[in-house]
């Protein structure tokens, strides 16, 4: 089953067991990828080198950031105009989250009669997800 009009004519178990096997490989697939960027970055780094030479692909170690202690000479070796300019001023990010419903403390209000677990039970969302997981 390749393509959607297969999957309307499949069964749920059909279905079910088919998603779980096709998140078991993609699970063994990842490792795999993990395995091996391991290893080239393992490699790159007893290369001390930034990038791996390849006819197709361009393959380079992503920057993290800076070490400041092996970036300290610049200071003897330029001059301090030129260093303030490479240097970004400290910051503070301040992120604001909307205010929201904490479903814990409304699973304790359902206790307070039928119309209040209505309510609280009629406003719940639901992604478009399924959750499979493989039973003992």
């Known amino acids: 089953m390749h393509n959607n009009e297969g999957y309307w004519g499949a069964e749920n178990d059909t279905l079910i067991e088919d998603i779980f096997e096709q998140k078991q490989l993609q699970a063994e697939i990842k490792d795999r990828i993990q395995r091996m960027e391991h290893v080239l970055i393992t490699r790159m780094e007893e290369d001390n080198a930034a990038a791996i030479p ?3 692909f361009r393959v380079e170690r992503v920057l993290d950031g800076w070490d400041d202690n ?3 000479p610049l200071y003897e070796l330029m001059s301090s105009r030129d260093v303030a300019k490479a240097i970004l001023p400290e910051s503070e990010r301040v992120i604001t989250t909307p205010e929201r419903w ?9 206790k ?18 399924i959750k499979i ?3 003992e």
């Open 70 to 72: 092996k970036l300290q």
């Open 133 to 135: 997981t493989e039973l």
């Open 102 to 110: 904490n479903g814990t403390v409304l699973r304790t209000f359902m």
């Open 54 to 56: 390849h006819p197709r």
């Open 112 to 129: 307070f009669g039928s119309e209040i677990r209505n309510t609280i039970e009629g406003a719940k969302t639901w992604k478009r997800q």
